[in-house]
């Protein structure tokens, strides 16, 4: 069965600094995200996972290698076209937020579309937080709510221009336990068939009980892909991620850490 990938990375690699100083992050990496899919990325510290996601979200240009998202080869696309490409058919929600203080819940859901130089309607904006379970907060600013409604004023963000492609890296790193299931939850409903095509979430985490709300994870080590696993239980990846956070160590003071 031929199989359609919102997401693909032919031999990235990623380095930074020149000499001795240089530093490879992703070192000729290549991997495919399924369309419709929900991939948990994982590794030891300094495996490369921020790296990866950047890269496969137009954030950063790797060293060599082919990105391509949603059908479009990141490369050949010049600054604005990325910029366009990345505001229209891309989300992206982090660990830090990133809301502004001084806008309400309504005003940073809709903020792309402001920036997009759209007027974004009431009705859509606030169906988008109902979404996320926040009706009744719209008028609310970010210190007037709780870290897991700010992760969710986040998410109405990032999906309010109706994305194929959301990203997020570290989404439930500052949350408690109970806000990391309501998030993750979200994130999962998100993935799969919606609208015109399917929908597919690419998340970094170091957190195994949020990797197991993934269809599959993709274990990192060094800048390579080490593992992969499907249909996974938060025991089963906490114990690969223990194996490759031994693996790393060992071979630390041989070949120094990336």
Not at 10 to 15: C, E, G, K, L
Not at 59 to 78: K, M, Y
Not at 96 to 103: I, K
Not at 147 to 154: D, L, N, S
């Amino acid at each position: 069965m031929l199989i359609e990938y919102a997401v693909r990375l032919d031999a990235v690699t990623r380095a930074y600094g020149t000499g001795e100083g240089r530093v490879v992050a992703l070192d000729a990496v290549s991997a495919g995200f399924p369309a419709g899919s929900f991939t948990a990325v994982m590794g030891p510290s300094g495996s490369g996972k921020s790296t990866l996601l950047h890269c496969a979200a137009g954030l950063e240009r790797p060293s060599s290698g082919r990105v391509e998202v949603a059908g479009s080869d990141l490369a050949a696309l010049p600054e604005r076209r990325l910029t366009l490409l990345r505001r229209d058919r891309i989300g992206f929600v982090f660990q830090s937020f990133n809301l502004v203080s001084s806008l309400t819940a309504e005003q940073n859901a809709g903020l792309p579309l402001r920036l997009a130089g759209r007027r974004p309607g009431r009705a859509a904006v606030r169906a988008a937080l109902a979404d996320v379970g926040l009706q009744g907060r719209e008028r609310h600013r970010p210190a007037q709510l709780s870290g897991g409604q700010q992760q969710r004023v986040a998410i109405a963000r990032a999906l309010i221009t109706g994305p194929e492609v959301l990203f997020a890296d570290e989404p439930t790193g500052a949350l408690d336990s109970s806000s990391s299931r309501t998030v993750l939850r979200l994130l999962r409903g998100f993935a799969g068939a919606g609208g015109a095509r399917p929908r597919t979430v690419v998340m970094v985490t170091h957190d195994p009980v949020a990797a197991a709300y993934a269809d599959r994870v993709l274990f990192l080590a060094d800048g390579r892909i080490a593992d992969a696993m499907d249909a996974p239980s938060a025991e089963g990846v906490a114990a690969r991620l223990a194996g490759l956070e031994q693996d790393t160590a060992a071979a630390a003071p041989a070949g120094g850490a990336r």
